[in-house]
């Protein structure tokens, strides 16, 4: 009976022994995983960051192209007035020297 008591307290040690190591490995595992997710958050807040400076740059050639736009709709407009005035003064020359004539 004593030894059948003594194999018992071996195996519950030899239990408890395999169940600390266990422990120990899940603890090193989860250390290991929260390290992970500690450079996966750094990682993502990074390109967070980029992201938004790509948008807000999108957004300024956005714009410059709209300003771009603008500015040549207006070139035109001043072109084509341009094109009426020298016709005009073309015309005008047309009939002053027909007048001359």
Known sequence: ??????????????KSAELETEQADLQNSLKSLEGEV?????????LKSLLEDRNAEIS???????????EESRAMRA?????EELKTAQNGRIVAERRRS
């Open 1 to 14: 009976m004593e030894l059948d008591a003594k194999e018992q307290l071996n195996e519950h040690s030899l």
């Open 38 to 46: 500690i450079e996966r958050s750094s990682n993502l807040t990074a």
């Open 79 to 83: 072109g084509r007035a341009l094109e």
């Open 60 to 70: 300024r050639l956005r714009k410059g192209l709209t300003d771009l736009g603008e």
